[in-house]
């Protein structure tokens, strides 16, 4: 087990080791088990967490406002349109001051060829972890709540269990591409089969793909790509399928508007749920766009963890922030 964390940055999912990331699943069962018995766990008295939002939020803002909460501390919600970033403070400033008067800095930054870089660039001058809560690359924190609630379903040895992450069609926004990427880098360290779903137009980044072969390949696991729903979801234990932007292929909203309406048959229905196995589980980060995206009787059916994969975002954020600040 690898303890020392005191101080890291969480910005993309390969910044802590597979030992790291046990570590985190180790103190967040932990977290999650004091919680279910009411024990006290303030390991983070007196610390606050700067929490900056570039782009709205449900889950990721609940989660890490309540947790630090639960840890003795408290997060300060601070949306970026209410700052004076517009005005001039640059990625030196906030790093500088709020790693000045803050213990961590977490910040949501979606825009597409940006919002990694800035926290790169706050992190370079900030004195304390940067925590990211979801970038145009990444979305760490969802993958390590998506990565405990999988073991809490299919136990922790995922040798030779198939896990598909699939596009899918969706109408409500342009979706970052940031949750299929952190997906496919993370869980074939965890010996999963990993088959990406999608049509030509939605692929991911070229070197996120290269770090995910390099992964698989070093796990000696499989990591295949179709552009196939059906084929994928075959015999599958695991199904995550939700929709993002055509943004690899263009940033033109309206040709990616058409692009996407194309392929408005990629959706996750009791039938094609048929195709996979009996017990496999389907997963999605949430917000979906219900009856476009995935059915309801897919979503509130038997097979759907979605309620346990967003409570599991609270237990793993607390774990990384118990363990960096
Ligand atoms: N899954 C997720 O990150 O949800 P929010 O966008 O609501 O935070």
């Known amino acids: 087990m690898q303890t ?8 993309g999912d390969l910044d802590f080791s597979k030992e790291e990331v046990e570590t985190v699943m ?11 018995l009411n024990e006290p766990h303030a390991y983070l008295r007196d610390k ?17 406002e309540a947790g630090i909460a639960q840890l003795g501390g408290h997060g300060a919600f601070i949306e970026s349109k209410t700052t004076q970033i517009a005005h001039g403070d640059t990625p030196k400033e906030i790093g500088e001051i709020f790693g000045r ?3 961590g800095i977490a910040i949501r930054h979606c825009d597409w060829g940006v919002g990694n870089q800035y926290l790169n660039d706050v992190a370079k001058y900030s004195r304390v972890p940067i925590l990211n809560m979801q970038c145009d690359i990444y979305h760490p924190f969802q993958c390590l709540a998506d990565l405990m609630t999988i073991w809490e379903k299919k136990g922790r040895d995922l040798r030779k269990k198939k896990m598909v992450v699939s596009w899918a069609y969706a109408e409500s926004y342009s979706k970052p591409i940031s949750v299929p990427q952190s997906l496919i880098v993370q869980m074939p360290r965890f010996g999963c089969d990993v088959v990406l779903a ?5 692929k991911l ?3 996120i793909m290269d770090m995910a072969q390099a992964e698989a390949k070093k796990a000696g696991v499989a990591f295949d790509v179709v552009e196939d729903m059906d084929e994928a979801f075959k015999d599958a234990d695991i199904v995550y399928a ?11 909203a309206k040709e990616g508007e058409a692009i996407t309406k194309k392929y408005s048959s990629w959706i996750t229905n009791e039938k094609r749920m048929k195709l996979a196995k009996e017990d496999a589980i389907y997963m999605h980060p949430l917000p979906a766009d219900r009856n476009i995206e995935v059915t309801d009787g897919v979503i509130d059916g038997p097979n759907s963890v979605v309620y346990d994969q967003a409570e599991n975002r609270l237990h793993a954020q607390k774990a990384v922030m118990a363990l960096t600040m």
């Not at 964390?5 to 969480?10: M, S």
């Not at 999608?198 to 939605?202: A, G, I, L, S, V």
């Not at 929709?243 to 940033?251: A, E, K, N, Y």
Request: glycine share 6%; charged share 30%.
């Open 4 to 11: 020392f964390l005191h101080g890291r940055d969480l910005i």
């Open 26 to 36: 180790d103190v967040a069962f932990d977290l999650k088990r004091k919680r279910a």
């Open 48 to 64: 606050v967490l700067a929490m900056l939002f570039f782009f709205s939020s449900t889950r990721t803002r609940g989660s890490f």
């Open 101 to 103: 008067y803050f213990d």
């Open 198 to 202: 999608r049509p030509p137009e939605f």
């Open 205 to 207: 980044m070229p070197e």
């Open 242 to 252: 939700k929709s993002w932007g055509p943004l690899v292929h263009t940033t033109d």
